[in-house]
């Protein structure tokens, strides 16, 4: 049974690549096929006897990309305000539902389709198995192997119905390389835990925030959904933020254990 599984998964394995190069070489072709789905503002249309499948612009949709844009480059509103304008405005998702994300919108902002170019082999063929998440002093590790970006020179573009200018799109990628660098939560002094913890009460991310004392300012891990402002309808989680000088302790006395004692309990 074994040797039968081995076999299996080799077969699965050369189906997925010969799979990844078909695309590969259709994509380079032009072909829209390959692409499926398509990103908000379009509708994919299934090729036919008479005619290969394309994309067609959903101009009610198209309409909300062009806003979306304008608020971005000429209002200069931030990812967040746009998503709440959005949320004010009742603008349905592509899955009609009233609620924005921030992803969704950043997402948008990056994406080259609506200057006439989607692109293909955007991510490596790596992938990785998320791991079950396990509990570390009230604070909980989500660990995951993903699929590596590659280089904008590596993807292969495949033309589309443009909705928006090239020098908009151009102005929007310039102003999220310069918020990338310059945003006040750019993290100049990373932490031992941060991008790692995700709350146990309602599985959102946990972010580092900080407050000014009289004397000192403090840092603190805070849940994403125990922030008011982000959903329409209040707070997702009632957990309290966490001192990072004192969770960040903790585990690090913890991983130190372990490196001196590997059969400890610690960690487990």
């Known amino acids: ?5 081995m076999i299996a998964e080799y077969e699965r394995a050369q189906i997925r690549e010969r799979t990844r190069r078909g695309k590969k070489h259709r994509a380079k072709t032009g072909s829209v096929n390959v692409l499926s789905g398509a990103p908000y503002g379009y509708r994919y249309v ?3 006897e008479t005619s290969a499948a394309y994309y067609d612009i959903v101009e009610r949709e198209a309409a909300i ?16 305000q746009i998503d709440r304008r959005l949320n004010a405005l009742g603008v349905e998702t ?12 950043w997402a948008m902002l ?11 082999a955007k991510r490596s063929m790596l992938r990785g198995k998320r791991l079950h998440a396990f509990c570390v002093s009230a604070a909980v590790f989500l660990l995951a192997a993903v699929a590596p970006v590659n280089a904008s020179e590596e993807w292969i573009e495949i033309p589309v119905p443009p909705i928006i200018r090239k020098d908009t799109f151009s102005l929007a990628r310039e102003r999220l390389e310069r918020n990338k660098q310059f945003s ?6 990373p932490t031992l835990l941060q991008g790692l ?6 599985g959102y991310a946990l972010y580092r925030t900080c407050t000014r004392t009289s004397k000192r300012r403090l840092y603190y891990y805070r849940c994403l959904g125990s922030d008011d402002y982000r959903y329409p309808l209040g707070r997702k989680c009632t957990n309290h933020p966490i001192r990072q ?4 302790d903790v585990v690090w006395k913890q991983v130190m254990q372990l490196f001196e004692d590997p059969t400890s309990s610690a960690m487990r």
């Open 245 to 248: 000088d004192y969770l960040d």
């Open 1 to 5: 049974m074994q040797f039968q599984g």
């Open 94 to 105: 592509r899955r009609g539902k009233s609620t924005w994300d921030r992803s969704t919108v």
């Open 65 to 80: 990309v062009r806003e979306v844009y304008r608020w971005y480059t000429e209002e200069a509103l931030s990812i967040g």
């Open 110 to 120: 990056r994406n080259p389709a609506y200057q006439e170019r989607r692109a293909l």
């Open 46 to 48: 299934k090729k036919s």
């Open 197 to 202: 913890l995700v709350c146990c009460e309602c």
């Open 184 to 189: 006040p939560r750019h993290t100049k002094e």
